[in-house]
């Protein structure tokens, strides 16, 4: 299915995001270096943690007329700013459309909003293929004209099923993965292979009310508040750097199919605004905290 995103003119523009120790000029030193060589910066965004004394920096120029050849900004930007300012950076091209891969299980509803905001052109990515443990929602991919595969995973053949996995994830040259409620628990091995590049959801229940029905436990309870937290995967059970939370109010009128109702709204809204800022390139991770800008 092509979408209207692959019909857009975008800009030609590149993304460098830093962080490093804090310390007077960081902000001047990289503007000049882009001033210097003819950049036209439109976007610049920064912030400093006091606490840690790390300071992060995303900025978005124009490469038309950029003096540097774009296959060696990399090479010039290390050499003469962030080896000598102890950077750990990124940088991104605008024309290089990230590839998402989607992984499912039976639930549709954080799958039907990301197909309809890519085929609304809302993103600039790419979806080369849905991977699901259950032919539930094969005709779902099939709508949407994308790859389906299907490979059911048990505590037995885990390690088997999860090597063919990320083997179709390199063959299709996948660059992030997002959980749009994967059942099942990704190994250590699967994650380290992907850092910051696995985006789940979940209700924020957790861990208060754990187990196969939350929202009934909620629902007895008689919580007022319930919610959706989007984070970066790691090898700690939900315990990643997070990206995206949201909550609504609820009451005692609410039954347990309104409250299930009011935590899907909310849980693919959640996920969708963590993968558009991760399309973006405007997350940055230190330790198990996110910096993410506007």
Request: glycine residues 4%; aromatic residues 10%.
């Amino acid at each position: 299915m092509k979408s209207i995103k692959q019909l857009r003119e975008k800009k030609n523009t590149a993304i460098l995001l830093i962080h490093c120790p804090d310390k007077q000029g960081i902000l001047a030193t990289v503007t000049e270096f882009l001033n210097k060589n003819n950049g036209n910066i439109i976007y610049l965004d920064q912030y400093v943690d006091r606490v840690e004394k790390i300071f992060y920096m995303r900025v978005e120029w124009e490469l038309e007329g950029f003096d540097i050849p774009a296959d060696k900004i990399e090479e010039y930007f290390d050499t003469l700013i962030a080896s000598k300012l102890e950077m750990d950076y990124s940088i991104h091209f605008s024309k290089q459309i990230p590839r998402m891969a989607i992984f499912v299980s039976k639930m549709s509803h954080c799958l039907f909003d990301i197909l309809s905001r890519y085929t609304a052109g809302e993103w600039d990515v790419e979806i080369p293929m849905i991977i699901s443990n259950h032919m539930d929602l094969e005709s779902v991919a099939k709508r949407f004209d994308i790859d389906f595969h299907y490979i059911p995973v048990t505590s037995e053949n885990k390690a088997e099923q999860e090597a063919k996995e990320i083997e179709l994830l390199k063959q299709h040259e996948v660059d992030f993965i997002v959980l749009a409620r994967y059942m099942q628990v990704l190994s250590a091995d699967f994650v380290d292979q992907f850092p910051n590049k696995i985006i789940n959801i979940h209700h924020s229940f957790l861990p208060a009310f754990a187990g196969a029905k939350p929202y009934h436990a909620a629902h007895q309870r008689g919580v007022k508040i319930i919610g959706a937290t989007s984070h970066y995967v790691t090898s700690e059970l939900d315990g990643g750097p997070i990206i995206e939370q949201d909550v609504t109010r609820c009451s005692h009128i609410d039954t347990v199919p309104r409250l299930v109702r009011k935590g899907r709204d909310l849980e693919k809204i959640v996920l969708s605004h963590a993968v558009f800022k991760h399309i973006q390139r405007k997350i940055l991770v230190y330790k198990n905290k996110t910096v993410v800008f506007n």
